[in-house]
């Protein structure tokens, strides 16, 4: 099935490390990107990827970085800067050709030791 | 900024009911507009989308309905399941290809 695949599902992070959140998607879309969920709120750009190399920060990139070494992935890292990282982060995916819905993955809570 | 928001935070329906689902936008480059429906724990799900070039789009039980003039989006779900409960999200594209804005949410609950 073609799809957008998130691991793990939970994760939890101790006081000063960095830890990685997986993305992989096997829908041949150009476009991805991370969003941040906080409970009864919208979701919120991180970062965004158009094509393979090449990212742009979102509206709450600053304690986040990610990479994007190939079509289907696309890995986001918490860095220890990020003071406030529990939270539900989804990934999702497009088309860039004209509007086009964005497909999510089923998330993964990240949680504080 | 502008931003998509949301007129009531939770609706309560019986099954079978109509349920319709509000959203206001303040961009007016928006031109693409999208509806999501999320269950605990999980990543939103495409329902529905519609282009500004339309004021009405249907699907399997979902209508969509566009007015530009007051900028207002809403979800029409006919004949309400147990199985629509969940939260449901507008999103608007803000006159990109490609970024999204999503609203804060509505809740819907079912209750048999």
């Known amino acids: 099935d073609g799809g957008i695949t998130q691991s793990p599902k939970y994760l939890f992070r101790k006081e000063g490390q960095n830890v990685t959140l997986s993305c992989e998607q096997n829908l041949n879309h150009d476009a991805m990107y991370w969003y941040r969920q906080d409970p009864g709120q919208g979701l919120r750009l991180i970062y965004y990827?158009?094509?393979?190399?090449?990212?742009q920060k979102g509206d709450i990139a600053e304690g986040y970085s990610v990479s994007r070494e190939k079509k289907e992935s696309f890995p986001l890292t918490v860095t220890s800067a990020q003071k406030n990282p529990t939270a539900f982060y989804l990934c999702?995916?497009?088309?860039?050709?004209?509007?086009?819905?964005?497909?999510f993955g089923d998330g993964t809570r990240l949680s504080i030791l | 900024g502008e931003s998509v928001g949301l007129h009531l935070p939770t609706l309560s329906v019986q099954e079978g009911d109509n349920s319709i689902i509000n959203c206001a936008y303040s961009n007016s480059a928006s031109d693409y507009f999208i509806w999501y429906k999320q269950e605990s724990g999980k990543g939103p799900q495409f329902i529905i989308d519609?282009?500004?070039?339309?004021d009405k789009r249907q699907g399997q039980r979902v209508t969509v309905l566009l007015n530009k003039t007051v900028k207002h989006l809403s979800l029409q779900i006919a004949a309400t399941q147990p199985g629509d409960s969940a939260v449901y999200f507008c999103a608007e594209n803000g006159g990109s290809n490609y970024k999204l804005t999503f609203g804060k949410g509505t809740l819907l609950t079912v209750n048999p």
């Open positions: 519609i282009r500004s070039n339309m």
């Open positions: 999702a995916s497009s088309k860039m050709t004209g509007n086009q819905p964005q497909h």
């Open positions: 990827s158009q094509i393979v190399n090449d990212f």
